[in-house]
């Protein structure tokens, strides 16, 4: 197949690197791309937020099926331009993508379909806010309602910082105040073709900046999958998708195909475990990252057939996907202040030898050829991703190849997937 892949992030490179695994050689075109996948697909100058400009390329270079991988061109319309003509595509149209988009479309879907998630508020005002946060108690929860690349969350036990949160988002509109769930909290992704679905593995990825869930919200610092602790709680990782599928994914499609809005991509489903059970933190209307970047890579079943079902409706009629035993863990190298000030610009080294280590291999985020050299061109630079049998052995190579990249002033976490080795 010839496929078009929209994005520019290590989710981006993942998912190419999944196709180019596979049995079958495909084409694999990428917009805008990066200097990592550029070694792996073929760039095309296009704008991937213009539906037209899209929609003419696919049209016109024949290409069999779009993947979209970043929420922004879901919310711009492009999965929708691309249906009307006709072009296969892996993600939804505009008006579904708003399970991501909006926080409170979002939890009005959950509440129609009976999905369990937290209490939560919409809050218009600085004093809709503080009588929120005041109804719902410390840990203070603070949502903005649209997107935010990740960064549009603040959970805190200081009421002024929560308050101050809000504030930097009211003015473009009304943020979301919640309860605060305490539980582990896991990422299941499902493929749907807005009628059925088919679960990937669990994984569960590290949002805070620094060791120990301590600093700012990130737009994630690592992942690992799978969970083998999910056993003690379900029995097995086949009894946890069974229910999250029944009690959350498939009423989710439903209400939305009711609405006459289907989704067609990817169901990212945010979840945590608290002792009132599984529960939904939020949505997102694609592939996440950094889980993808540990899920993907133990897949087995080609992920194009996948993908390609979905956009045209046949999941029904395909297996559920299976996945090696194997663990995988990644870890993201950031930039000096990043989340809140990234330092770009600044070379980086050691690649190949962090790509010589056995089970491992790069998944770049933000990077740019200059010359011979590459350089950091964003907060979150690079996924280090290592394969093995276990989670120590794949925590070892994770860290023994990030520790031979250079990248001046950089930092990442030392305890991915710590708890569960």
């Not at 602790?229 to 097995?236: E, I, T, V």
């Amino acid at each position: 197949m010839k496929i078009l892949v929209l994005g520019s992030g290590a989710r981006e490179h993942a998912i190419i690197l999944a196709l180019r695994s596979e049995p079958t050689e495909h084409e694999i075109l990428a917009a805008p791309g990066n200097a990592g996948i550029a070694r792996d697909a073929r760039i095309v100058d296009l704008d991937m937020l213009d539906p037209a400009a899209v929609t003419g390329f696919a049209n016109e270079d024949a290409v069999d099926l779009v993947v979209i991988g970043p929420e922004a061109p879901l919310v711009a319309g492009v999965g929708d331009a691309l249906r009307e003509r006709g072009i296969p595509v892996f993600g939804p149209g505009r008006a579904a993508a708003q399970l991501e988009g909006s926080k409170a479309f979002a939890k009005r879907i959950m509440q129609a379909a009976g999905v369990p998630t937290g209490r939560a508020v919409h809050a218009a005002t600085a004093d809709d806010v503080a009588a929120a946060l005041d109804e719902f108690g410390a840990p203070y929860v603070v949502k903005a309602d649209g997107l935010a690349a990740g960064k549009g969350v603040i959970v805190t036990e200081d009421r002024a910082a929560a308050l101050a949160h809000a504030a930097a988002y009211l003015p473009t509109g009304p943020v979301l105040v919640e309860e605060f769930l305490s539980g582990p909290e896991v990422s299941l992704f499902f493929l749907s073709d807005g009628d059925t679905v088919r679960a990937l593995s669990p994984a569960q990825d590290f949002k805070r900046a620094l060791d120990g869930d301590q600093g700012p919200n990130t737009g994630g610092m690592g992942a690992y999958s799978p969970l083998p602790w999910l056993a003690d709680r379900f029995g097995s990782e086949a009894a946890f998708v069974a229910e999250v599928t029944e009690r959350i994914a498939l009423p989710v499609i439903r209400q939305l195909d009711a609405e006459g809005t289907p989704f067609v991509g990817l169901l990212y489903a945010g979840l945590i475990l608290t002792e009132r059970g599984v529960k939904v933190i939020e949505f997102n209307a694609r592939f996440g990252d950094p889980e993808t970047q540990v899920v993907l890579p133990r897949l087995r079943t080609p992920l194009s057939e996948l993908l390609l079902a979905a956009a045209r409706g046949t999941l029904e009629e395909t297996p559920a996907p299976a996945f090696s035993d194997d663990t995988a863990v990644t870890v993201v190298l950031a930039s000096e202040g990043y989340p809140d000030a990234p330092v770009t610009g600044r070379p980086l080294t050691g690649l190949d030898e962090a790509a010589a280590v056995e089970g491992v291999h790069l998944a770049h985020a933000a990077t740019r050829a200059e010359g011979d050299a590459l350089v950091a061109t964003g907060g979150r630079v690079l996924n280090v991703v290592a394969l093995a049998p276990d989670v120590a052995t794949a925590r070892a190579r994770a860290y023994d190849a990030i520790d031979r990249i250079g990248l001046e002033g950089s930092h990442h976490r030392r305890d991915i997937a710590a708890g569960a080795a």
